[in-house]
Nanobody, 111 residues
């Protein structure tokens, strides 16, 4: 069964950094656009960033210049490097590809 498995969430102070990881099967990773979404309490889920199989990236405006999405083809893994984190970045971050969702990882930005 194909899965997406995230890791790397946690509690960080404002201004801090975290790196999220999402690993999946080779069959998905090699052809799919990978995406990170997030959902804060009481809010709708929103798209954060995407990366195509060829490495083209997109970001929502609120994270541009702070977040970087990348992929390691040898490890079937996509990363989301998050710098200069703000309290409003607090959310459950989920990986998505080809109709599949990961279980999500909690990111909390608080002093």
């Amino acid at each position: 069964q194909v899965q997406l498995v995230e890791s790397g969430g946690g509690l960080v102070q404002p201004g801090g950094s975290l790196r999220l990881s999402c690993v999946t099967s080779r069959s998905i990773f090699s052809i799919a656009t990978m995406a990170w979404h997030r959902q804060a309490p009481g809010k709708q889920r929103e798209l954060v960033s995407t990366i195509t199989a060829r490495g083209t990236t997109t970001y929502r405006d609120s994270v541009k210049g702070r977040f970087t999405i990348s992929r390691d083809n040898a490890k079937n893994t996509v990363y989301l490097q998050m710098n200069s984190l703000k309290p409003e970045d607090t959310a459950v971050y989920s990986c998505y590809a080809n109709g599949l969702w990961g279980q999500g990882t909690q990111v909390t930005v608080s002093s």
